[in-house]
């Protein structure tokens, strides 16, 4: 069965150090892959998405993400963490039945000065 | 550009009464979805639709009905509403679903008492 996992559920880091937000998937063929991020009140917005090539993929406000298909996994990255960044970060697999997202349970970042 | 429109923001019901989330977009996307938003359970998909006319039902549909009328709109019924149904209802729509970007609205908080 198609899956997305986020290990931890609420991480705090402090502004202006690195961060990474862990994410495994179970899917059977070429994921669709994608991060996305929900402020306090607000919708997801989409951060990034990896669908097929390059294996590091560049998204908004900083943020990267690596797909590495042998750890079935795809985490997020941001070099320096911003008070802003503190938010809800969801990863989400697209599945081919249904054509619907798999969303993980999503991590919390807090942001401490 | 509004992108996809929900209301109301805010909502609180007692137990047995009925209700409709409206949704609306303006992006000419076919496909078009609801999700319900709990703690710690991510998003679970309740109905989605891939054009006016088709609906399916998601992950979680039990207490919910939908339909299609148009491209535009896609309404979430509630039933007779439960304490179990209180949750962040989200209403998302995009071009290809599971391979482009979701677009989401910025989400109803429903209290059912």
């Known amino acids: 069965a198609q899956s997305v996992t986020q290990p931890d559920i609420h991480i705090t880091v402090s502004e202006g150090a690195s961060l990474e937000l862990r994410c495994n998937y179970s899917?059977?063929?070429?994921?669709?892959l994608f991060w996305y991020v929900q402020s306090p009140g607000q919708g997801l917005q989409l951060l990034l998405k990896?669908?097929?090539?390059?294996?590091l993929v560049q998204g908004i406000k900083g943020f990267e993400a690596e797909f590495k298909r042998s750890q079935s996994s795809f985490n997020l990255r941001k070099p320096s963490v911003h008070w802003s960044d503190a938010a809800e970060y969801f990863c989400?697999?697209?599945?081919?039945?249904?054509?619907?997202?798999?969303f993980g349970q999503g991590t919390e970042l807090s942001v401490k000065p | 550009n509004a992108g996809v429109t929900q209301t109301p923001k805010f909502q609180v019901l007692k137990t047995g009464q009925s209700m409709t989330l409206q949704c609306a977009q303006d992006?000419?996307?076919?496909?078009m979805s609801w999700y319900r938003q709990d703690p710690g359970m991510g998003l679970r998909l309740i109905h989605y639709?891939?054009?006016?006319?088709?609906?399916d039902q998601g992950e979680v549909p039990n207490g919910y009905n939908v339909s299609r009328s148009t491209t535009e709109d896609f309404p979430l019924r509630l039933l007779s509403a439960a304490p179990s149904q209180t949750s962040v209802y989200f209403c998302?729509?995009?071009?290809?679903?599971?391979?482009?970007?979701?677009?989401f609205g910025q989400g109803t908080r429903l209290t059912v008492v």
């Open positions: 899917y059977g063929a070429t994921p669709y």
């Open positions: 989400a697999v697209g599945a081919v039945e249904g054509g619907k997202l798999i």
């Open positions: 992006m000419n996307h076919e496909y």
């Open positions: 639709s891939v054009g006016a006319g088709i609906t």
């Open positions: 998302a729509s995009s071009y290809s679903p599971g391979r482009s970007e979701a677009f």
């Open positions: 990896y669908f097929s090539g390059d294996t």
